[in-house]
């Protein structure tokens, strides 16, 4: 069992900028692919960003050079700027590791708002 610890969510102001981070309890070889989704009430969890073990990137339409995903051995990082109400959301953490199992964080609140 993997568990995602989330940190960095929060209340910001429209056009402000938060920074996500997410630490995985496994080795860094382990893990394949490590990503951030998003969620909001009645709607499907959406992928924001994801990263492989090779440095490759990969953001939702709707991200539009906002935000820049990156990671360092097992901990991945979101750092979100120019921010919108339309981006308040749960943010999840995601891993996939080499096996192909999979696991998420416990989510964190992202709220842009005046």
């Known amino acids: 069992q993997v568990h995602l610890v989330e940190s960095g969510g929060g209340l910001v102001q429209p056009g402000g900028s938060l920074r996500l981070s997410c630490t995985a309890s496994?080795?860094?070889?382990?893990?394949?692919?490590m990503a951030w989704y998003r969620q909001t009430p009645g709607k499907r969890r959406e992928v924001v960003a994801r990263i492989d073990r090779g440095g490759r990137t990969e953001y939702g339409d709707f991200v539009k050079d906002r935000f820049t995903i990156a990671r360092d051995n097992a901990e991945v990082s979101l750092q979100m700027n120019s921010l919108k109400p339309e981006d308040t959301a749960v943010y999840y953490c995601?891993?996939?590791?080499?096996?192909?199992?999979?696991?998420w964080g416990q989510g964190t609140q992202v709220t842009v708002s005046s």
């Open positions: 995601y891993a996939m590791l080499t096996d192909y199992s999979n696991f």
């Open positions: 496994t080795k860094s070889f382990e893990i394949s692919v």
